[in-house]
Structure formats: C-alpha cells, structure tokens
C-alpha cells in the first residue's frame, strides 16, 4: 500500500452524509419590477367606476404592500374583503383579481 498513506479516500464512516437543501417553497408575490404599471391600472379601474378618492388611494397602497410583502393571496383577501364592506362594486373586485393575476411572480 505504498503511496495510499495520508490522502484523502471519501467520506469517513463516522462523519454524516451531507444532504444539500431543498428549493424552498414559492410564494406568489407582486412583480415589483412592474408595480408602477400595476398602480397605474389600479388608478384607471378605480377611475373608471368612480370610486372615491380617499378610498381608492387607501386600497391601492395595501393591494400593493400586501401583494409586494406577503402574497398575493393576501392582496386578493383584501380585495374580496373590502368588496364585502360595500366599499365598491363586484365589477371592480373583478378587475381588481385579474390584474393581480397578471402581475404575478413566484419569489
């Protein structure tokens, strides 16, 4: 066995098996590189159903700061939320989701 003396032969038996870690779950989140047109769109569906000002601003900053920080599911709770309080009409929720899903991104 000459030559075999002080190199290194692989894992020892006493040392554990490295397992390298496992992709972490993706959570659905708003594509912050496109939040600006997402705000946008927020501002016309708003506009376009003549909901107030105060009202409006207020959904808009926590449709973003929920769908950015937590998820979209939040932001969509949120929407359905507020649809049930009587602050707008269903048609505005409506559109409110569908342009949550279109600016969707797994992070």
Do not use: W
């Not at 659905?28 to 376009?48: D, K, W």
């Not at 929920?66 to 559109?95: C, F, M, W």
């Amino acid at each position: 066995m000459a030559g075999s003396r002080g190199r290194y032969k692989g894992r020892r038996s006493n040392e554990p098996r490295y397992h390298p870690p496992s992709e972490s779950d993706r959570t659905p989140m708003l594509n912050v590189r496109a939040a600006t047109s997402f705000r946008f769109g927020l501002r016309e569906i708003m506009s376009n159903y003549k909901v107030e000002e105060g009202v409006a601003s207020s959904v808009i900053a926590s449709v973003i700061a929920k769908g950015s920080r937590i998820s979209i599911n939040s932001a969509r709770d949120y929407v359905l939320e507020q649809e049930k309080t009587g602050l707008y009409p269903r048609e505005v929720t409506d559109e409110i989701l569908d342009l949550l899903d279109r600016y969707t991104r797994h992070r």
